[in-house]
């Protein structure tokens, strides 16, 4: 063999084992690479350690404003892009499902013994006629004041998500809920969920009990219900 054969031959070689080096590392990388579910983070912010996450909280009540004002065309209170109301105190929590920065999903958490002024909790003030929004009966008794029970609002999936993607980020995010509001010392978890919210929770493997009608409000089928918390850890 000649000269210029040989070296063409471990040139050949060279290069086949550039190739083979190159598909191996691609393959290590893919198998590295963090799946969805690892990826996505769960926060809890409040308005005493907001600065610790930059713009995670604005871009949360970004998110809301997105979701209630623009899609849902919630007649809500506004400002820069960002929706808010009279419960976001410094008594609330904010349970956040980020990706890389990115909001997909939250609720807000509060104290059935919150007092703002003239405001307690949502159910609380709509049972008092405070909320033209939400009637009256929206709950079957009154409504509990008590430490171990917690409310949440606010809560939402952001759209555009993929079915296998949602399903991930909702068990999240009720799950995060659930630790969130646990650490607050409740048991329990009180708030307006999808009148569909028995199968939706069965789905996640979670329970919770209706504690109110099935209504109608600004379009979407809802109903109160009651979710024991203490158990989900």
Request: one cysteine or more; proline letters at 5%.
């Amino acid at each position: 063999m000649g000269f210029h054969a040989v070296k063409a031959s471990e040139q050949q070689s060279v290069e086949i084992g550039i190739a083979d080096a190159k598909r191996a590392g691609e393959q290590k990388a893919v198998q590295n690479r963090p799946t969805f579910a690892a990826r996505i983070e769960e926060t809890v912010v409040c308005v005493e350690n907001q600065h610790r996450y930059g713009q995670l909280y604005a871009d949360f009540l970004r998110a809301r404003k997105t979701v209630f004002i623009d899609q849902k065309a919630w007649d809500l209170p506004q400002t820069d892009g960002m929706e808010f109301d009279q419960y976001d105190t410094p008594q609330s929590r904010s349970v956040v499902i980020h990706e890389y920065g990115r909001v997909l999903a939250g609720v807000r958490l509060l104290p059935t013994t919150a007092q703002c002024g003239c405001y307690s909790y949502m159910l609380k003030d709509a049972q008092r006629g405070l909320l033209p929004n939400i009637p009256e009966y929206i709950l079957y008794e009154p409504a509990p004041v008590a430490a171990h029970v917690w409310e949440a609002t606010r809560l939402f999936v952001t759209r555009n998500e993929p079915a296998e993607r949602r399903l991930i980020i909702q068990t999240k995010l009720i799950k995060a809920m659930a630790t969130a509001a646990t650490e607050q010392g409740a048991t329990h978890v009180i708030g307006i969920v999808p009148a569909a919210f028995q199968r939706w929770m069965n789905r996640l493997g979670l329970s919770a009990l209706p504690v109110g009608p099935k209504l109608n409000i600004s379009g979407d089928h809802i109903q109160a219900a009651v979710m024991y918390v203490a158990g989900q850890l």
